[in-house]
């Protein structure tokens, strides 16, 4: 059953467009990830969705009752929605116990002890915002969230200011965390790999459309658009047909001796563990993931498999 | 509908309703502390009496002119002389150079009216110069400072601060690795003094400036007592001596206009020569000067802080020993209380606006509320005497209405009324920076956990708007206790504060028994300048 049902929302900052009309679903329990580069709209959804943005159009219902549509708007704080900001929005006078009891209603199921313990920020509770590092006032950003028991929790880019070395774990974390309190998420990014790792489904967005709603798998394998195909790597367009092309991934392709398709080697880019070549065929350049470097201007043979080639929408 | 969520019971059309509370009473309160000002402009439109065609024949020009020549000689002087000491005092070191850059804003502390008949007494034929003249032999010193000149020159000793004090923000925190660089290309003397230094601190000098000439049309004192017919004074004429309110308002409604003149000249220039700012703060070092130069400059510089403040203090104090001690000291005592009570209810009035507009403004993020919020400052920009002239028709309205005598008119009330509406931009500035500083998304956080506009007005709002707040109270208070025009013309018969009574004592060349409550007002006016060197120098 879903939780949240936001349907044909448009929105717009004077006279500019941002979104154009998005519908999607949350189930209860579900994570979602809302993709797309800066100026997508995705921060605009969340802010829609938590209140804090009047939509021109459309509705947003919870529960099967309405949040929004034209005659109605409940307010943030009736929503029962809480909100992680990217930059924590901890209060600064307030030390970490009365930051998280502030929201907090009482016959909580858990108290604020033990809250600060779910996150390993055992006797932290006396200390100012300002003497937490980064990842603790985070971790205090989100349970100060939980800690009001709300039916639906957003986070607006929550792994943006966390070292890369250190986001591996936090993903984990963050995605155990929610499954046990099994509270609905959304959150927005801008980071493929975020998306990828912690989402149940994921909506990308361009330029205030939604492109696609699927799980990581469907996303990856039957993506909708040269756009969403993008998104999850390099890939060659094999051939175009009208408003539809066949594509293959940088990763399904090898190189060959004896393949039919042949180019010259342009660059090798080494990514870790692989390289990605550039090869020119006639006046398109391919891009191929293989083990081991080229020489320019070496004379190779492209081969992949057809059952690899996917149908996606020429945008 | 059914209510979304399950700990919330409040229905979605009334919740609609609480927001449109809150903007609607902030529109309400500002239209409110707007309305004597808003109540000039019908009164353009009613017939001109025979009084007004008169004026116009008569004092109008000389109203013109004397307003003109105040500004520009004012501006003039203030800006050569705080331009100089500014770059004196920030490029170079020479004896107490590190001392001036506090000491040259004191004068700030003066107030014109008490500036003014202090340089009257000082060089009055009883006054101290006089006497030290005598003593050395001169028998016959001729001066007479109480003409225009004089009055330029004294409005300029005590209003270069605000020129100094812009300027040497501009100098030492922007522009002094640009001066480094230029003096490294080889550039020295007039040529790096007139094309880099000048052109660098332009727009700062401009916003001084600015300031200065706000100051010579909101002055009333000063001008009353050298006798120089301005706009300011004219207002103050046609109501009390001639009791003619069309008049009043007419010229009242000229001040506005030159005020608004001035603001759009400011804001033209400032936005057409903007200079890009730099938030690099550059290490200052100051070029030594010695010998015969350092001579000079440490001469220029003591003397200018001598004359304009020193001198003033010293004259007062020596004053005070004609004054007889035991009335004056009983007297402070109830000056001191009228001052420190209207005072403290203005504080009030001027905190309950600025709180719920600033409040309602972070509540509801709208172009309204932005508007409304910004709006309280109007009252600031505008001269006292406009603003009284406002309170005076408002009131005589409300109490032709009623019916009941003069109940507004000449209350407590509505001189506190008048304070809020002069006053609430000084607290409005504090607290809006307090609000910059710190993240905008508080609000929002305190919403989505579900907390309603109250608990977020006490528990995030009125704890983090604490050192604003009490900025803001102490420069309100502050500037009440040395205000004049608006208590002059607004005060309740038989009430007087202690820049009311200094001023009286003044204008009635009691100068032994103004001695002592202007003193109190210099000192009480120190506070707000030791704030600003602090600002300074933690910028």
């Known amino acids: 059953m879903s939780l949240i049902s936001v349907n044909n929302i448009c929105h717009s900052y004077g006279k500019n467009k941002v979104l154009h009309g998005c519908s999607f679903a949350i189930n209860k329990g579900e994570i979602v990830a809302l993709l797309g580069e800066s100026g997508s709209g995705k921060t605009t959804i969340l802010r829609t969705l938590a209140g804090f943005e009047r939509p021109d159009s459309g509705s947003i219902s919870m529960n099967n009752s309405l949040l929004y549509d034209q005659q109605t708007m409940v307010l943030p704080e009736d929503r029962n929605i809480g909100l992680v900001f990217q930059d924590y929005a901890l209060f600064p006078h307030l030390n970490i116990r009365k930051n998280i009891e502030l929201g907090k209603s009482a016959g909580a199921k858990r108290t604020t002890s033990e809250w600060l313990n779910v996150v390993g920020l055992d006797g932290l509770d006396e200390r100012r915002p300002d003497q937490l590092s980064g990842g603790q006032q985070q971790r205090v950003a989100i349970v100060r969230a939980l800690a009001a028991e709300p039916e639906l929790i957003l986070l607006d880019e929550p792994f943006s200011n966390i070292d890369e070395s250190l986001k591996f774990g936090f993903r984990h974390e963050l995605r155990k965390l929610l499954k046990e309190e099994g509270v609905s998420a959304v959150f927005v990014t801008h980071d493929t790999k975020d998306a990828l790792a912690i989402a149940d489904q994921i909506v990308i967005l361009k330029d205030g459309v939604i492109r696609q709603i699927g799980t990581p798998e469907t996303i990856y394998q039957s993506p909708a658009d040269l756009y969403v195909t993008g998104l999850l790597g390099p890939y060659n367009v094999v051939a175009k047909n009208g408003d539809e092309c066949s594509i293959i991934r940088a990763e399904q392709c090898s190189i060959k001796a004896n393949a039919q398709q042949k180019g010259i080697v342009q660059s090798s880019m080494y990514q870790g563990n692989t390289f990605l070549i550039h090869i020119k065929i006639s006046d398109q350049i391919w891009i191929v993931e293989h083990p081991v470097a080229l020489t320019l201007g070496e004379e190779v043979g492209i081969h992949f498999e057809t059952n690899n080639l996917k149908t996606v929408q020429n945008k | 509908m059914k209510q979304a969520g399950t700990k919330h019971s409040l229905a979605p059309t009334k919740t609609i309703g609480q927001r449109q509370w ?9 239209v ?16 001109t009496g025979t009084a007004w065609k008169n004026l116009q024949e008569t004092v109008l020009l000389e109203y013109t002119i004397n307003t003109l020549i105040l500004i520009f000689g004012v501006g003039l002087c203030t800006l050569v002389l ?42 009055d034929y009883s006054g101290p110069l006089h006497q030290l003249g005598r003593v050395f032999g001169f028998q016959d010193l001729h001066f007479n400072i109480m003409n225009k000149f004089g009055l330029i020159v004294i409005l300029s000793l005590v209003l270069y601060p605000y020129v100094f004090a812009t300027a040497r923000v501009s100098l030492e925190s922007r522009y002094n690795s640009l001066v480094e660089n230029a003096r490294a290309l080889g550039l020295k003397g007039s040529a790096l003094l007139f094309k880099i230094i000048l052109p660098l601190i332009r727009p700062a000098l401009i916003g001084g400036l600015f300031l200065v000439m706000m100051e010579v049309l909101n002055d009333y004192g000063a001008m009353k007592y050298f006798g120089v017919a301005t706009f300011t004074t004219g207002i103050f004429s046609a109501w009390f001596s001639m009791n003619d309110l069309n008049s009043a308002v007419r010229l009242a409604m000229l001040l506005f206009f030159a005020v608004g003149l001035l603001s759009f000249a400011e804001s033209w220039f400032s936005k057409s020569h903007k200079v890009v700012e730099s938030n690099r703060s550059s290490v200052t070092t100051k070029k030594k000067l010695v010998g015969i130069k350092a001579m000079l400059a440490a001469c220029f510089t003591w003397s200018v802080f001598f004359i304009a403040f020193i001198a003033p203090i010293l004259f007062l104090l020596w004053t005070l020993q004609y004054a007889d001690h035991e009335r004056a000291i009983n007297e402070w005592f109830s000056l001191a209380g009228n001052s420190l009570v209207s005072g403290l209810a203005g504080v009030f009035a001027v905190l309950f606006i600025v709180l719920l507009t600033q409040f309602t403004r972070q509540l509801i993020q709208s172009r309204l509320t932005a508007v409304l919020g910004r709006s309280i400052s109007i009252g600031y920009t505008l001269p006292g005497a406009i603003i009284a002239i406002g309170i005076i028709l408002l009131s005589s309205f409300f109490d032709g209405i009623l019916n009941q005598g003069l109940l507004l008119t000449g209350s407590f009330g509505m001189l506190i009324f008048a304070y809020a509406v002069r006053f609430s931009g000084v607290a409005f500035q504090p607290l809006q920076a307090e609000s910059e500083k710190r993240s905008g998304k508080l609000f929002e956080a305190a919403q989505s956990m579900g907390l309603k506009p109250l608990r977020i007005l006490k528990n995030i709002f009125l704890p983090l708007s604490l050192n604003g707040i009490l900025l803001g109270a102490t420069l309100v208070l502050i500037d009440i206790l040395k205000e004049l025009p608006l208590t002059l013309i607004l005060r309740p018969s038989n009430f007087s504060t202690l820049a009311t009574k200094a001023f009286e004592y003044a204008d009635d060349e009691l100068l032994s028994k103004a001695a002592l409550p202007a003193l109190s007002v210099i000192l009480v006016g120190l506070i707000p300048v030791l704030l600003l060197h602090r600002m300074l120098r933690a910028k």
Do not use: E
């Open chain 2, 32 to 47: 409110v502390l707007l309305s004597p000002i808003l109540a000039l402009f019908p009164q353009l439109f009613t017939p």
């Open chain 2, 22 to 30: 809150w903007i609607i009473s902030t529109f309400v309160a500002v």
């Open chain 2, 82 to 123: 705080g331009t100089s000491l500014a770059i004196l005092t920030s490029l170079f070191t020479f004896p107490g150079s590190k001392f001036l850059r506090f000491g040259l804003l004191l004068p700030l502390a003066l107030p014109s009216y008490i500036a003014a008949y202090v340089f009257a007494g000082m060089t």
